[in-house]
């Protein structure tokens, strides 16, 4: 069954802050302790690479000393956690610039469709290296949605490289942008990989949430994205409705 994960409110929003003030105070030791869990988990996930930088470090001061071979595969690793850690630091930067903006509507008339072209074109090189395709079925007509372009690239940007990612194994990416009069403007992103155990699905816009530990080394990815995509969808009031079956592929799907 579908899993709606866009009802939810942000924390920031004026609203939820003004109710926040009449709420049982164990509520908000629960945002205390969330806000303290997040700290935590940035920490340790900050730490990993790092510990591990050091590791090639001192090995290359000592035991590895003058072998050339083993200098150039180390410095190999030593750059990619370099870039794991770039990586987490914009996704920390990013979410937290979008927690300050929380309940600020974004205005601009964005049509989707150039949106989508852009992205796919982005994620070209990183499709060809999975060895994916990713085809964009898109109407004749606009897709307007009031949002944040910028923002709205992100989002899909990051549902579109999860797809290929996760879904590699399927070859293919489906992209449907939906456009009728009077009703809703969708975008779903369809992949045919090995799909999400479903009592994963409603956790997985957590931050550092990441269903299987031997993805989160074999693939890159920080465990934000999701949760990045889901502030900016609160904010953009849009849904995103997850379905997913196991050995048949994940469709994700935002409702504006
Ligand atoms: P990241 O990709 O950086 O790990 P995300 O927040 O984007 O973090 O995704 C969280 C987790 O959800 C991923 O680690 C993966 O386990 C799972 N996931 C996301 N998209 C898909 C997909 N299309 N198919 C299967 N699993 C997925």
Redesign the pocket.
Known sequence: APVDLGATEGFGSPQRLFALAFRDISELRNIDRMRSDFVANASHELRTPLASLRGFIETLQGPAKGDVKAHDRFLGIMLEQANRMSRLVDDLLSLSRLELKAHIAPDQTVDLVPVINHVRDALLPLAQELGVDVKLHLPEAKAEVLGDRDELVQVFE?LIE??C???QEGKQVDVYVRAEPASAVEVSVV?Y????PAE?VPR??ERF????VA??RS?K???????IVKHILTRHRARLIVK?ELGKG?D?TVRF
């Not at 949430?209 to 299987?212: A, E, K, M, N």
């Not at 990815?221 to 949760?227: I, K, R, S």
Request: charged share 15%.
């Open positions: 990051n999860n797809a990612k996760y879904g992949d990989g090995p799909g999400i994963h997985i816009t949430y990441r269903v299987s993805d989160s693939k990815g920080t465990g934000l994205g999701l949760a997913s994940t994700f």
